[in-house]
């Protein structure tokens, strides 16, 4: 078992634990109650929802945490409850029984439960899906020395650690001691034409698992590459190869998902119930947060913003339905996915829950990877309509007013921690001109480049946007302006040094930008300003270059980067 399933386990184990613990003083007043209500038939009539809802959670939870024998007695209480049996006989033996049971389940030593969980509740380990660093990292084999100086500019510029190797043999070793994230390789060498292939091959067999990988050739025929799809690689680019092209392409076959996790909000009653999803999920690599009353629900909404809602059809004080309606009154949440869970299995019953606007109704006890793919489906629906609204298509950054809105939330709790940011707004240089000279496609390109150079080299809690056309607004969280300059002018340089294609001719751009400071500008508005004057000066002074508006400099002189 991997070590992230070991790990579900024991933690699943905790929870069984802390279920069979618990259970005797659930029971003790339990009993209590029905003893109450054979007082009196208004007692009964009174107390009979609290006792149904001990045996239909039990069941739930029995269930869902792999107690077959208990879920099966607290089954036969609720029957009896419901009239379905002679009530006074069979509760008590009930009663009796699941005192039997839990002694038994808390005799058993540790290990034997242990095993009992794993045989009743299977699920198919997934990799938790980390979020991780932009910068990757990148061998290149290859021993054409003009090309190589210029892939090692193009890959360091979009802050790529790359590893050159000029021999095959060295670059197996290499592999073999440390995985990169990206190979870039050559196919020709000294030992043969199609040696860089080969090598690929045999590491492939022999890792059994083919690394990202793009083939340069001087040779563009099928068998060439036909010999570079056998040894898995991902693509081809014939000599001479555009650095630039080459670059995007490594880029796009190793940047990790731009998306959070997928968030996703428990309401169940049963917090081991509650506990045990969220472990699913958790585990699956979402971001799971609990509510155990229906009541915390509204405002865990607003804080946790979830992706989709979980809830327990049968809870007290208020149901998942209509917790669902309530929540489908408030119009930011018209579109939150709802899945019911329950461990209700007559169809009529559960159509009629889904009236309410409900995504989905899952039975408990849950299979494991059905509840991961009912959530992620939904979920990543939702996702996926939400960045249709936010993001800008060509660039995938976030667009106008979602940088607005970011950002003075992000000012907003600035003002609470007493931290510092600043803000940087670049502008390409005489764009107009690229568009003229070069054409719309090109200048496209360039836009691209640019958003993807801030993507890869400034950090994911950033805020960056597509603010206009070829206008872009970085927040850098926790940075002074002084550091701030020197990243966006350490970007400034790489940026002129890429060299873009169009129509035979190559061309290259520059950016300005206007950087201002957070808190001397508390507002989204006053900052914006003030980095919009800024950026003025950085271009009424000759353009390629960086300007900070420092605080004594705020009344329209700022000052430039050194
Ligand atoms: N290719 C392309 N061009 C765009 C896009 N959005 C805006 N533009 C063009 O960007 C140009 C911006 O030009 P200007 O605002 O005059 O400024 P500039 O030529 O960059 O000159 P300075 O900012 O003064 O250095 C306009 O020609 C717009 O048509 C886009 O998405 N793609």
Redesign the pocket.
């Known amino acids: 078992m991997s070590s992230s399933a070991s790990s579900l386990h024991d933690k699943l184990n905790q929870l069984r634990q802390r279920f069979i613990d618990q259970l005797p003083a659930r029971l003790q007043l339990t009993v209590g109650l029905w003893q109450q209500s054979q007082a009196s038939a208004e007692a009964q009539a009174r107390l009979g929802p609290e006792l149904h809802r001990f045996f239909h959670s039990l069941k739930g939870t029995g269930r869902s945490l792999g107690f077959e024998r208990i879920a099966l007695l607290a089954e036969q209480g609720e029957a009896a409850l419901d009239g379905q049996a002679p009530a006074g006989q069979v509760v008590e033996q009930v009663f009796v029984h699941l005192a039997e049971e839990q002694q038994r389940l808390q005799s058993l030593p540790e290990q034997q439960r242990a095993l009992a969980a794993m045989t009743s509740v299977e699920f198919s380990p997934k990799p938790v899906q980390t979020r991780s660093k932009r910068q990757r990292l990148i061998y290149l084999c290859d021993d054409e020395p003009d090309q190589v100086s210029q892939l090692l500019h193009h890959l360091r510029c979009f802050g790529h650690e790359v590893v050159h190797f000029e021999d095959t043999d060295t670059f197996f070793n290499a592999v073999i001691t440390r995985r990169p994230d990206a190979i870039i390789m050559d196919v020709q060498f000294p030992q043969g034409n199609t040696a860089g292939t080969e090598t690929l091959a045999s590491l492939n067999k022999l890792t059994g698992e083919p690394l990202p990988s793009i083939v340069l050739s001087a040779h563009g025929d099928f068998h060439s590459r036909l010999s570079a799809v056998r040894a898995g690689c991902n693509g081809y680019f014939t000599k001479p190869v555009k650095p630039l092209d080459l670059m995007l392409a490594v880029d796009e076959l190793t940047t990790p998902s731009d998306e959070e996790p997928l968030r996703i909000l428990i309401v169940d009653d049963e917090p081991e119930v509650a506990a045990y999803h969220a472990l699913l999920l958790e585990q699956a690599g979402m971001a799971v947060q609990q509510v155990n009353h229906p009541a915390d629900a509204l405002t865990a909404l607003e804080r946790f913003s979830p992706d989709l809602l979980l809830v327990d059809v049968y809870m007290p004080v208020c149901s998942g339905e209509e917790l669902a309606n309530i929540i489908r009154q408030q119009p930011e949440h018209v579109g939150l996915p709802i899945i019911y869970l329950s461990s209700e299995t007559d169809s009529q019953k559960q159509l009629s829950a889904m009236t309410a606007g409900v995504e989905a109704f899952i039975t408990k006890p849950v299979i494991p990877d059905e509840l991961v793919s009912a959530v992620t489906l939904r979920a990543e629906r939702l996702r996926l309509l939400r960045s249709l609204m936010t993001r800008d298509s ?1 660039t995938g950054l976030y667009n106008h007013s979602t940088t607005t809105e970011l950002i003075s939330k992000a000012l907003a709790q600035a003002h609470r921690d007493n931290t510092e940011h600043a803000m940087a707004m670049i ?10 000279t070069h054409g ?5 390109q ?2 691209i480049t640019l958003a993807r150079l801030l993507k890869t080299r400034l950090r994911m809690s950033d805020i960056i946007g597509r603010y ?3 206008e872009f607004v970085v927040l850098l969280k926790g940075v002074s302006d002084e550091r701030a300059c020197e990243l966006i002018d350490a970007l400034r340089h790489d940026f002129a040094q890429v060299d873009f294609h169009a129509g035979g001719t190559r061309f290259r751009c520059t950016f ?1 930008a206007g950087i201002s400071r957070f808190p001397n500008h508390p507002s989204t508005e006053s900052l914006r300003l003030s980095a919009d004057q800024a950026l003025y000066r950085a ?1 009424h002074q000759g ?1 390629n270059q960086v300007v900070t508006s420092t605080e004594q400099d705020d009344d329209g002189l700022p000052t430039d980067c050194p």
Do not use: P, Q, Y
């Open positions: 060509m502008d390409i240089d005489h764009f107009k001109a690229v568009n003229d719309h496609l090109a200048g496209d360039v836009i206009g056309g070829e300005s271009k353009r």
